[in-house]
Nanobody, 126 residues
Framework: QVQLVESGGGLVQAGGSLRLSCAAS????????MGWFRQAPGKEREFVAA????????YYADSVKGRFTISGDNAKNTVYLQMNGLKPEDTAVYYC???????????????????WGQGTQVTVSS
């Protein structure tokens, strides 16, 4: 059974940084694309960033490009989201997700992802 566990959320002032972690377990993730999504109160869950576990160019939502960086540590089965220059509009619950497919195609639709973590809250104060 696949499990994704996020950590690293918290409260930070605008302009600050946080690093989210997603620990994956349950199987080999070499054929997966790993993504981060976020959901603010009253809004739809939206794509943030994704990367193919086996390597490849990461992809970012325009709203976070240049501020957030997604990366993975194969040895630890962990995916990270480094968030710099945080803004109040980044406040949301952040979810890690895994898309099981061998083609390394990055999808931005949440419907393409097969497994989800429980989420971690990120709050950015102004």
């Amino acid at each position: 059974q696949v499990q994704l566990v996020e950590s690293g959320g918290g409260l930070v002032q605008a302009g600050g940084s946080l690093r989210l972690s997603c620990a994956a377990s349950g199987r080999s993730f070499s054929s997966y694309v790993m993504g981060w999504f976020r959901q603010a109160p009253g809004k739809e869950r939206e794509f943030v960033a994704a990367i193919s576990w086996g390597g490849g160019i990461p992809y970012y939502a325009d709203s976070v490009k240049g501020r957030f960086t997604i990366s993975g540590d194969n040895a630890k089965n962990t995916v990270y989201l480094q968030m710099n220059g945080l803004k109040p509009e980044d406040t949301a619950v952040y979810y890690c997700a895994a898309d099981r497919q061998p083609y390394r195609v990055i999808h931005t639709s949440r419907r393409e992802y097969d497994y989800w973590g429980q989420g971690t809250q990120v709050t950015v104060s102004s």
